[in-house]
Nanobody
């Protein structure tokens, strides 16, 4: 069993910042990407950001690129999502995701079929 513990959600005004963190624990083996999806009720899931095992390769959706930064503690199963210049459209439930076994330490890929956390609410008001 793998557990994903998320923290850092909350409410902020537009233009503000929040930092999400997620730690994976339990039966963890090998190398894997980690990242964040977000989803609002009745809406499609969006892959927001992902990062490789070694932290050197990242992915950002167009909607957050330049405002969000994903990072990963070296040698740790912990990822952070620094969210700056938040917009009302960033309001969502953010889910930490642990990817499946990766081919190499540079693979950031995660999918909606991988292990998900419980989610943390981010609310941005105007």
């Amino acid at each position: 069993q793998v557990q994903l513990a998320e923290s850092g959600g909350g409410s902020v005004q537009a233009g503000g910042s929040l930092r999400l963190s997620c730690t994976a624990s339990g039966r963890i083996f090998g190398v894997f990407g980690m990242g964040w999806f977000r989803q609002n009720p009745g809406k499609e899931r969006e892959l927001v950001a992902a990062i490789s095992w070694n932290g050197l390769k990242t992915y950002y959706s167009r909607s957050v690129e330049g405002r969000f930064t994903i990072s990963r503690d070296k040698g740790q199963n912990t990822v952070h999502l620094q969210m700056n210049d938040l917009k009302t459209e960033d309001t969502s439930i953010y889910y930490c995701v642990k990817g499946g076994p990766a081919e190499d330490v540079n693979t950031w890929y995660i999918s909606e079929h991988d292990q998900w956390g419980q989610g943390t609410q981010v609310t941005v008001s105007s």
